[in-house]
């Protein structure tokens, strides 16, 4: 969080957040405080969650320095990474997430079609990228054509 404080950053600073970082960049001793230090990491994520910030290289890679560190600190070896496990996943927001910030994911539902959405968004995207997309709309064009002709031929005689 004194990294944070850096004046490199303070473009990324939210007005809401700049008067607590301005006053750690002059007094470094400031984040010895827990109640300061707890203040920072939640202006921190205030900050990361402005959308305009959430593809920010400084937001990601400091998000994945606090995750490994609070990992480390809760008894995580050096080395290894935490897991988030969401038996609820729904949409897949949570696993999503704990991805972009460093952590590995397990995601489960009881109805298969967030099943298959949470397969997509965090397998099925990061590895497949853009063919995937092109895949999908050459299909999509092929079902459409394919519905539009069947429809034409089944109802010519109305
Ligand atoms: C509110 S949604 C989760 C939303 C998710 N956190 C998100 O951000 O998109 C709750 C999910 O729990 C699932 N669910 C409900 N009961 C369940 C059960 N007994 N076992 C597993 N999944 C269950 C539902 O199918 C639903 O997708």
Request: proline share 6%.
């Amino acid at each position: 969080m004194q990294q944070w404080a850096t004046h490199d950053r303070q473009a990324l600073l939210s007005e809401e957040s700049r008067p607590r970082f301005e006053k750690a960049r002059k007094r470094p001793e400031l984040f010895k405080d827990p109640e300061q230090l707890r203040g920072a990491l939640l202006d921190f994520i205030a900050d990361f969650a402005n959308w305009d910030n959430c593809t920010n290289a400084d937001f990601l890679s400091t998000s994945r320095a606090l995750t490994q560190s609070a990992h480390e600190a809760l008894g995580g070896e050096k080395g290894t990474r935490p897991l988030v496990v969401d038996p609820f996943a729904g949409g897949g927001s949570i696993p999503l997430e704990a991805l972009r910030v460093g952590a590995d994911a397990f995601a489960s539902d009881l109805n298969p079609v967030p099943v298959l959405l949470n397969k997509v968004l965090l397998e099925y995207i990061p590895k497949y990228g853009k063919h995937l997309a092109d895949e999908v709309t050459k299909w999509g064009e092929w079902i459409k054509q394919e519905a539009t002709t069947w429809i034409r031929r089944e109802f010519s005689a109305f």
